[in-house]
Structure formats: structure tokens, C-alpha cells
């Protein structure tokens, strides 16, 4: 017996898709990680030399550390180095320490920046895009679980119709058997061997149908087995699938269901995520009506200088300071980044809304006819018991010559279509079951 138990097992282990799922949360790690590279130290060299008719104009060399920190702060630091017959006086540095001159600061944005710029932004949209990844990877699992046992549960119904169209071939075989032993007794007319001869291969023909369905819903699940390293495999022609128990799902699990994709279904989490990104968004569009005020402040040699000798610490001399200002006068690009923002959020939000709507509307659905197919199975299996006592007893008063052919084919035929009924009502049942799940946004479950 191949139970759904070890069929979902193979699936969630070796399938390529559940395999290609699982990368999703690496490859937006990777995202961050890249997003968090903006705030990785880096040096720069400048260097620029200008000689001419044997004169050196000019040699300026100037080589920083830069550590960006999550806090709005741009430490530096770095040293200097600058010669020449023509330097710009702004350049110049004393012969003590060979026109060399180290310095250390900060430069902090006081306007525009403060409390979110571009690079944060991005980390956090990054962290954000990790979030959902995850979160798209229960989808696309989900999504394949469910396609998965809606495959499972074809192959049993095409299985069971295969057992039961062989079942049929036995009892028509024997109804055949005896009507021709009838015969030869004389107990019947030769038409009765002919209309039994046609009812087997009636039953025969059901067979092959029902085969060639076996076989295609078999392979149609195999399409989900793999085994490890990627290696296909196919479900051997000798297994059965498990016999099923139709438990009725209750109130309280309906109640845990619906909690559970108010809270957790992939869909609604991944528009909540979009949110979250979105805020970051108006957050960082309504930093941009700020005005750019950039202030800078640099010790120059101090405490020590180029020569690594000690020196006098002093915030009033020996510094540069400096500041960067800049304000668009009407700001029609930032208002509108933060209108259209804010359009793109209550959008989002609409949508929410009407999906959470549509997923409970679904669930509750679904329930309620799991709930009418769980009573029809019941009232069909008490069917499928009283027919079978009727072909049995039509099948005894047929031997006892109390019977004619033509009632107890019409009550076989009765017997196999409420069988075949009572199949299809479970898989039924089986598939709506594991919509139910999927539509609650957890993965299928027996």
C-alpha cells in the first residue's frame, strides 16, 4: 500500500519544485546582504600630478576610511599630502611634517537624511523582501502539495474503479457460468447464454476502461515522485493506495481554519509585507520635502599629527567645517512621490481587505459541502449495502430458478453504479479536503 502519509513525505523531500522553493529564502538573504554592502567601510585614493617645462605645478595625494553607520553619521578619516609651485593656497601644508596632514570627522545630515536616506531604505526593504520570500515559498510548496493530492486522489479513484469493474467481470463471469449450466439443464432458452455473454462483455470493456484510467492517473503521479540527486521515479504497477476514513471536519477546526488565514494565509501576509515596503516608502518620500543640510566637521592633526607626534587637542583650531544646502522651491517631484505613495498604499489595502473576504467566503464554502458530502457518503454507503443484498439474493434465486436474467443484471448494474458512486463521493470528499487546507493557506494535510 503507497499511503498519502509516504506520498506527501517524497514530495516535500526530494521534489524539484519543493527543492526550487527552498532557494527563494537564500537568494533574498543574498538581497540583504547586498543591501547591507552600503554600509561597508571603504578607502579612497585621489591622486593628480600636473608637471610642465621641468616644473611640478602641482602634486596633490589624499587617501580617506570612510565607515558608514546606520546612525546619519559619515565618519572619516585620512591623510593629505600636497606639493607644488603653483598649489592652490587652500592645499597647502607646513614643511614640519613634510606637507603631509592627517584629519578625522564627521559629516551629518541635519535636514534632508535624519532619519531615513536611500541606503537604510533599501536595507530595510531588503530585510522586508526576505520576509516575503519566505512567505513565497509556503506558496509555491502549498501550491504543490495540493496539485500533489489532487493527483493522489484521482489515482484512487481510478484504482477503485479498476478493482470494481474487475469485481463486476467476476459476478457477471459467474452469472455467465450459471446461465450456460442452466442451458445445458434446460432450464432456459439459449438467448438467456446470449444476453449473459453480452453482459460480460459489457463488464469486460468497463474494465479496460478503467485500466487504461489507472494507468494514466499512475503516471500522472508519478510526475511528483523523485528520489534523492534529482532521479525520477515511477509508482510500480502492483501498489494500492490507502483505503480512506471520512472524518467530518468540525466547527471548532472550521473556527482554527479561518483564524488561521486571517493571520498566516501566504496571500494576505505577503500583501501585508507589501505594506510594511510601502510605508518605508512614504517614510523616506516625506524625509525628501526636507531641505539638503549637510554640516562637516574635520580635526586637522589632531592629537597627532602626520609625523605621529602628540598635539594639543582643540575644537577652535586647527579644523575645517563646512556645510551643503540645497531646497527645491516647489517640490513638485517629492509631493508627488508621497501622494502617489500614499495611493499605492490605500490600493494595497483595498486589496487586502477584499482578499481576506474572499479567502473566509472560501473556507466557509468549502466546509459546508464537506459537511453535505460527508452525509451523502453515509446515505450512499447504506445504498451501496442494500443493493449488494439484492444481487445477492437475485443471484441466489437465480440458482433456485426463481430468478430471470434480465432482473439481476438490472440490479448489478444498480449495485456497481452506487459503488462507483461511493468511490467517486470519497475522492470528492478527499479533494475538497485538501482545497479546504490550501485555501486557509496551509499546506494539505490527511
Given at each position: 500500500?503507497?499511503?498519502?502519509?509516504?506520498?506527501?513525505?517524497?514530495?516535500?523531500?526530494?521534489?524539484?519544485?519543493?527543492?526550487?522553493?527552498?532557494?527563494?529564502?537564500?537568494?533574498?538573504?543574498?538581497?540583504?546582504?547586498?543591501?547591507?554592502?552600503?554600509?561597508?567601510?571603504?578607502?579612497?585614493?585621489?591622486?593628480?600630478?600636473?608637471?610642465?617645462?621641468?616644473?611640478?605645478?602641482?602634486?596633490?595625494?589624499?587617501?580617506?576610511?570612510?565607515?558608514?553607520?546606520?546612525?546619519?553619521?559619515?565618519?572619516?578619516?585620512?591623510?593629505?599630502?600636497?606639493?607644488?609651485?603653483?598649489?592652490?593656497?587652500?592645499?597647502?601644508?607646513?614643511?614640519?611634517?613634510?606637507?603631509?596632514?592627517?584629519?578625522?570627522?564627521?559629516?551629518?545630515?541635519?535636514?534632508?537624511?535624519?532619519?531615513?536616506?536611500?541606503?537604510?531604505?533599501?536595507?530595510?526593504?531588503?530585510?522586508?523582501?526576505?520576509?516575503?520570500?519566505?512567505?513565497e515559498q509556503i506558496k509555491l510548496i502549498n501550491k504543490l502539495l495540493l496539485?500533489?493530492?489532487?493527483?493522489?486522489?484521482?489515482?484512487?479513484?481510478?484504482?477503485?474503479?479498476?478493482?470494481?469493474?474487475?469485481?463486476?467481470?467476476?459476478?457477471?463471469?459467474?452469472?455467465?457460468?450459471?446461465?450456460?449450466?442452466?442451458?445445458?439443464?434446460?432450464?432456459?432458452?439459449?438467448?438467456?447464454?446470449?444476453?449473459?455473454?453480452?453482459?460480460?462483455?459489457?463488464?469486460?470493456?468497463?474494465?479496460?476502461?478503467?485500466?487504461?484510467?489507472?494507468?494514466?492517473?499512475?503516471?500522472?503521479?508519478?510526475?511528483?515522485?523523485?528520489?534523492?540527486?534529482?532521479?525520477?521515479?515511477?509508482?510500480?504497477?502492483?501498489?494500492?493506495?490507502?483505503?480512506?476514513?471520512?472524518?467530518?471536519?468540525?466547527?471548532?477546526?472550521?473556527?482554527?481554519?479561518?483564524?488561521?488565514?486571517?493571520?498566516?494565509?501566504?496571500?494576505?501576509?505577503?500583501?501585508?509585507?507589501?505594506?510594511?515596503?510601502?510605508?518605508?516608502?512614504?517614510?523616506?518620500?516625506?524625509?525628501?520635502?526636507?531641505?539638503?543640510?549637510?554640516?562637516?566637521?574635520?580635526?586637522?592633526?589632531?592629537?597627532?599629527?602626520?609625523?605621529?607626534?602628540?598635539?594639543?587637542?582643540?575644537?577652535?583650531?586647527?579644523?575645517?567645517?563646512?556645510?551643503?544646502?540645497?531646497?527645491?522651491?516647489?517640490?513638485?517631484?517629492?509631493?508627488?512621490?508621497?501622494?502617489?505613495?500614499?495611493?499605492?498604499?490605500?490600493?494595497?489595502?483595498?486589496?487586502?481587505?477584499?482578499?481576506?473576504?474572499?479567502?473566509?467566503?472560501?473556507?466557509?464554502?468549502?466546509?459546508?459541502?464537506?459537511?453535505?458530502?460527508?452525509?451523502?457518503?453515509?446515505?450512499?454507503?447504506?445504498?451501496?449495502?442494500?443493493?449488494?443484498?439484492?444481487?445477492?439474493?437475485?443471484?441466489?434465486?437465480?440458482?433456485?430458478?426463481?430468478?430471470?436474467?434480465?432482473?439481476?443484471?438490472?440490479?448489478?448494474?444498480?449495485?456497481?453504479?452506487?459503488?462507483?458512486?461511493?468511490?467517486?463521493?470519497?475522492?470528492?470528499?478527499?479533494?475538497?479536503?485538501?482545497?479546504?487546507?490550501?485555501?486557509?493557506?496551509?499546506?494539505?494535510?490527511?
Amino acid at each position: 500500500m503507497f499511503s498519502f502519509d509516504d506520498f506527501y513525505s517524497i514530495v516535500m523531500e526530494y521534489h524539484p519544485v519543493v527543492q526550487q522553493a527552498r532557494l527563494l529564502p537564500e537568494q533574498a538573504m543574498q538581497e540583504l546582504r547586498m543591501a547591507r554592502g552600503a554600509f561597508d567601510p571603504k578607502v579612497e585614493t585621489l591622486w593628480s600630478k600636473k608637471s610642465y617645462n621641468d616644473t611640478e605645478y602641482y602634486n596633490i595625494f589624499k587617501s580617506a576610511l570612510k565607515i558608514p553607520v546606520w546612525l546619519p553619521l559619515d565618519p572619516e578619516v585620512g591623510i593629505e599630502q600636497n606639493t607644488g609651485a603653483y598649489l592652490n593656497p587652500e592645499r597647502y601644508i607646513s614643511e614640519s611634517t613634510d606637507h603631509r596632514q592627517v584629519y578625522g570627522g564627521i559629516s551629518v545630515p541635519v535636514g534632508r537624511g535624519l532619519f531615513i536616506d536611500e541606503r537604510r531604505a533599501t536595507v530595510q526593504k531588503a530585510a522586508l523582501f526576505k520576509d516575503m520570500s519566505e512567505v513565497e515559498q509556503i506558496k509555491l510548496i502549498n501550491k504543490l502539495l495540493l496539485s500533489a493530492a489532487n493527483d493522489y486522489w484521482e489515482w484512487y479513484d481510478a484504482y477503485n474503479q479498476y478493482i470494481l469493474a474487475e469485481q463486476a467481470i467476476e459476478i457477471a463471469q459467474d452469472i455467465f457460468d450459471r446461465t450456460r449450466l442452466a442451458f445445458e439443464y434446460g432450464e432456459v432458452a439459449a438467448i438467456d447464454t446470449v444476453q449473459a455473454g453480452i453482459s460480460l462483455q459489457k463488464r469486460f470493456i468497463e474494465f479496460q476502461q478503467a485500466d487504461a484510467d489507472r494507468v494514466t492517473t499512475a503516471l500522472k503521479l508519478s510526475n511528483h515522485l523523485w528520489a534523492e540527486g534529482g532521479l525520477p521515479l515511477e509508482l510500480r504497477d502492483d501498489v494500492a493506495p490507502e483505503a480512506i476514513a471520512v472524518i467530518a471536519t468540525s466547527a471548532f477546526e472550521l473556527e482554527a481554519l479561518v483564524e488561521q488565514a486571517r493571520n498566516n494565509h501566504p496571500e494576505l501576509r505577503k500583501l501585508e509585507l507589501k505594506n510594511d515596503m510601502l510605508q518605508v516608502d512614504q517614510r523616506l518620500a516625506r524625509e525628501n520635502l526636507k531641505p539638503t543640510l549637510d554640516i562637516g566637521y574635520y580635526l586637522l592633526d589632531q592629537p597627532f599629527n602626520a609625523n605621529g607626534e602628540r598635539q594639543a587637542f582643540s575644537l577652535t583650531d586647527n579644523y575645517k567645517i563646512g556645510l551643503q544646502f540645497s531646497f527645491p522651491l516647489l517640490l513638485r517631484k517629492e509631493r508627488a512621490k508621497v501622494n502617489h505613495t500614499s495611493l499605492k498604499i490605500l490600493d494595497n489595502n483595498y486589496e487586502r481587505s477584499y482578499r481576506e473576504r474572499e479567502i473566509i467566503n472560501e473556507i466557509n464554502a468549502l466546509y459546508t459541502s464537506l459537511l453535505n458530502t460527508s452525509e451523502i457518503i453515509g446515505r450512499q454507503r447504506q445504498m451501496v449495502e442494500g443493493y449488494e443484498r439484492i444481487v445477492d439474493a437475485e443471484r441466489m434465486n437465480l440458482e433456485n430458478g426463481e430468478s430471470d436474467l434480465f432482473k439481476i443484471n438490472v440490479q448489478l448494474d444498480k449495485l456497481i453504479e452506487a459503488r462507483s458512486k461511493y468511490i467517486k463521493l470519497n475522492t470528492k470528499y478527499k479533494k475538497n479536503e485538501a482545497y479546504l487546507y490550501w485555501a486557509a493557506g496551509m499546506a494539505v494535510v490527511n
